[in-house]
């Protein structure tokens, strides 16, 4: 059984080779071109499913499926990294995510750049599960939340770069170049991580359990495919049954596996550490609430204010940029703070943030209350998830970080995932079917004055959820930190 409480002696080491900073410098490179990749599609998107004259369903999972592989495969390649090793392992990843991009430039049918889009979320996977693993062991428990702040810090960064960048890309040079501009990025990234990397010593070559990763996937993969398709086009439909019913069948077979296994592909007696379990729960939660309110207010500042969609993301930007900054600041008070105390500071300056937006939230709400709400939520945020994933990982032994970290990117990104999904069903929950295409579609302006009403009453129901489960995460940081 692996404990994840605070060891007797630091439960990480100082890696021989390149000094941390070099290190973070590899990582934070890889991760972010990864996120900005995803961003820079998010854009693109329309163009490029114009390029091949594909329909609704097919321009769905060239998103989805990325998102859905991704989630996925992240235990499972934090498990491969512990028996294989976090150096090969990753720069595998970075490999396999530069060739996939160089290839879905040259994709003949939209299927086949689905399938391309499919392999870079393997990679993708490969480098979040190692990404934040590799840092851990290389600045050691004293220092761990000084490189996880810039870490942090810079990633917040990629809404500001992807947006942009997929939208010139798109434009200017085609769409080929939104996956061909990660290709020469991603081979300097990778001649950087071979010089840079340490070579550490991979843990026991214990099987991996296929069984337990095949199960995994399958009620995982039902789970985001509901959350998605359920959110936006409806919980009826055979997509979002289809799912559900996998995640309702497969987790209880997966979880008897895993107790029963010689070699399990997650530990569970992990979350009988109360440390451990209430860490996770409080990231949980905050990264629901996060994604979940500026997705809100983007959508309410076009359908409200009648922004544009290019108008709306530049009104959200105080938001990241905020997070971009406090972040670094809540890495470097670690060393003079306890981390759990961060991170229980950090949740509850973004509780504030989303009480602000849900006080305030009016058809005549002044800009400078929205944005003061992203603020407040963006900077508690930064300084919350540098304490909490510096108090998780200081305290696991070096040769479980692999598998830990996968587990942690999993239940953040599933909160990404029932974050959105949640804001989307509750803000629209008011409107008739015809509205919330319209909405949909970008064409809020057609709204009646009554049906904009309805609209608020869903915005106070969505934040009303966002707010209890930020809530949920501040009073589960705060009690980790009592139990400290």
């Known amino acids: 059984m692996v404990r994840v409480s605070a060891p007797a002696e630091p439960a990480l080491g100082r890696p021989e080779g390149s000094g941390p900073w070099r290190v973070l410098s590899v990582v934070t490179l890889g991760t972010l071109l990864l996120v900005v990749n995803m961003t820079t599609l998010n854009i693109a998107l329309p163009v490029v499913v114009g390029h091949f004259e594909a329909g609704a369903f097919a321009s769905s999972w060239l998103v989805l499926g990325f998102m859905l592989v991704q989630t996925s495969l992240l235990m499972v390649c934090g498990r491969m990294s512990d028996v294989f090793g976090r150096r090969h392992m990753y720069l595998f990843g970075l490999a396999v995510f530069t060739a996939?991009?160089?290839?879905?430039?040259?994709?003949?049918?939209?299927?086949?750049?689905?399938?391309?889009?499919?392999?870079?979320?393997?990679?993708?996977?490969?480098?979040?599960?190692?990404?934040?693993?590799?840092?851990?062991?290389?600045?050691?428990?004293?220092?761990?939340?000084?490189?996880?702040?810039?870490?942090?810090?810079?990633?917040?960064?990629?809404?500001?770069?992807?947006?942009?960048?997929?939208?010139?890309?798109?434009?200017?040079?085609?769409?080929?170049?939104?996956?061909?501009?990660?290709?020469?990025?991603?081979?300097?990234?990778?001649?950087?991580?071979?010089?840079?990397?340490?070579?550490?010593?991979?843990?026991?070559?214990?099987?991996?359990?296929?069984?337990?990763?095949?199960?995994l996937f399958g009620w995982l993969g039902g789970l985001i495919l509901t959350l998605s398709e359920g959110g936006s086009h409806g919980w009826a439909t055979p997509v979002s049954l289809s799912g559900a019913a996998a995640f309702g069948l497969l987790l209880p077979v997966f979880a008897v596996r895993q107790r029963r296994a010689r070699h399990p592909l997650v530990d569970v007696t992990l979350f009988s550490d109360r440390h451990f379990s209430l860490a996770n729960l409080a990231a949980f939660c905050n990264n629901l609430g996060r994604v979940g309110s500026v997705l809100l207010v983007a959508l309410f500042l076009q359908a409200v204010n009648g922004m544009t969609p290019a108008e709306a993301g530049v009104a959200v930007l105080p938001g990241p940029i905020a997070g971009m900054v406090a972040a670094p600041i809540g890495g470097f008070l670690g060393r003079r703070v306890h981390s759990r105390t961060i991170a229980a500071a950090g949740s509850a300056t973004a509780t504030t943030g989303m009480?602000?937006?849900?006080?305030?939230?009016?058809?005549?709400?002044?800009?400078?209350?929205?944005?003061?709400?992203?603020?407040?939520?963006?900077?508690?945020?930064?300084?919350?998830?540098?304490?909490?994933?510096?108090?998780?990982?200081?305290?696991?032994?070096?040769?479980?970080?692999?598998?830990?970290?996968?587990?942690?990117?999993?239940?953040?990104?599933?909160?990404?995932?029932?974050?959105a999904a949640l804001c989307l069903m509750l803000a629209t929950s008011a409107l008739a079917a015809a509205d919330r295409r319209l909405l949909y579609g970008g064409a809020a302006a057609s709204l009646s004055p009554g049906e904009l009403g309805d609209l608020i009453t869903g915005y106070h129901r969505a934040f009303t959820v966002l707010f209890v489960a930020s809530l949920i995460a501040t009073f589960a940081s705060l009690t980790n930190r009592r139990l400290s």
């Open 100 to 215: 996939a991009n160089l290839l879905a430039g040259f994709a003949p049918t939209i299927e086949v750049l689905i399938a391309l889009r499919v392999l870079a979320a393997f990679g993708g996977a490969v480098l979040l599960a190692n990404g934040t693993a590799i840092i851990a062991h290389a600045f050691g428990p004293q220092r761990l939340s000084e490189g996880l702040g810039v870490y942090f810090g810079v990633l917040t960064a990629a809404p500001l770069i992807g947006p942009s960048a997929g939208g010139f890309l798109a434009e200017a040079a085609g769409w080929q170049w939104v996956f061909w501009f990660n290709v020469p990025i991603g081979l300097i990234a990778l001649a950087w991580a071979a010089l840079s990397l340490p070579r550490v010593p991979p843990g026991a070559r214990e099987p991996i359990d296929v069984l337990g990763a095949v199960l």
């Open 355 to 419: 009480l602000v937006a849900l006080l305030a939230l009016d058809e005549d709400t002044p800009y400078t209350m929205i944005a003061l709400s992203l603020i407040l939520v963006a900077v508690g945020s930064g300084v919350f998830t540098t304490g909490n994933t510096s108090a998780v990982l200081a305290a696991v032994p070096s040769e479980r970080l692999g598998v830990v970290n996968g587990l942690r990117m999993t239940l953040l990104n599933v909160g990404n995932v029932m974050g």
